[in-house]
């Protein structure tokens, strides 16, 4: 028979994310959320226990748990707070495609100087004309050379105005459809990076949603995620 049971290293990751939750989330979650509060020394926390980047190997400077262990985790947080819960955990979406298309170099260089932080990533794919068709995307990435400037608006970016790290999608031409879509990993402190305005929501308050203008963002290919086109499979 499989046995189903957690090890006790999985319990103890157990215990102490439920502990977080108890802790550090439960007794400020109605008022982050009224509020649409950041809830930065709970990051700072988290990150500082390890309970932020669970899902991305030592190596990159992450917990290196295993699926089942993320989601252990992933599930305790939540029980208390998914608004900041979703803020601590956003690396799981937004750095995923980076961990697939990214060279051992680009993983050591972006996510591992990401993983010092608890400000996370961001994944910039939405925009105001594409939504659930991101295919039809209108930020583009001119090409200059073997550089890329970008111009564009991405549209409802999780943790957008405090990411320390974008995992952004624009395309090369926009006539060649889902296959000129590249994949750029892009530092915050990249120039020309604007944030226009954070979305007042009705609800998920402490969760930052923001819309991003990208006004002639110079990268070069070391910030290409994979090969020009292959965006939006690793979107
Ligand atoms: C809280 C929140 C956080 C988000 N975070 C991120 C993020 O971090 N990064 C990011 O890139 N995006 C993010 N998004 C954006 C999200 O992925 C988009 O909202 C989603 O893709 C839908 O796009 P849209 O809102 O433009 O809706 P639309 O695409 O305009 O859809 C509106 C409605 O029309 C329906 N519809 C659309 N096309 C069709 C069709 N062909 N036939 C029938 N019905 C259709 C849809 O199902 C939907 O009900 C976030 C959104 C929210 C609400």
Do not use: W
Not at 109 to 138: H, N, W
């Amino acid at each position: 028979m499989i046995d189903f049971s957690l090890s006790e290293e999985q319990k103890r990751i157990l215990m102490m994310a439920r502990d977080f939750a108890t802790n550090e989330i439960k007794p400020v979650t109605i008022e982050f959320d009224k509020e649409g509060t950041y809830p930065e020394e709970i990051l700072k926390k988290a990150h500082k226990l390890g309970l932020m980047y669970t899902n991305i190997p030592k190596e990159y400077g992450g917990s290196g748990f295993s699926y089942l262990e993320h989601y252990i985790v992933t599930e305790a947080l939540n029980y208390e707070g998914p608004s900041i819960a979703q803020m601590i955990g956003i690396s799981h979406l937004s750095m995923a495609p980076i961990q697939i298309g990214g060279t051992e170099e680009q993983k050591k260089k972006f996510i591992g100087t990401m993983t010092k932080s608890y400000r996370s990533g961001c994944f910039c794919l939405t925009e105001p004309e594409a939504g659930s068709d991101a295919a039809v995307m209108q930020t583009v990435a001119e090409k200059k050379g073997n550089d890329y400037v970008i111009n564009g608006t991405k549209r409802f970016i999780t943790n957008g105005k405090y990411a320390d790290l974008l995992c952004l999608f624009a395309t090369i031409d926009r006539t060649l459809g889902t296959k000129g879509i590249c994949c750029f990993a892009v530092p915050r402190s990249t120039p020309g990076i604007e944030v226009v305005k954070v979305e007042d929501k009705m609800g998920h308050r402490a969760l930052n949603v923001a819309e991003l203008k990208f006004n002639d963002v110079e990268l070069s290919e070391e910030n290409l995620i994979g090969q020009e086109g292959q965006g939006f499979k690793l979107a």
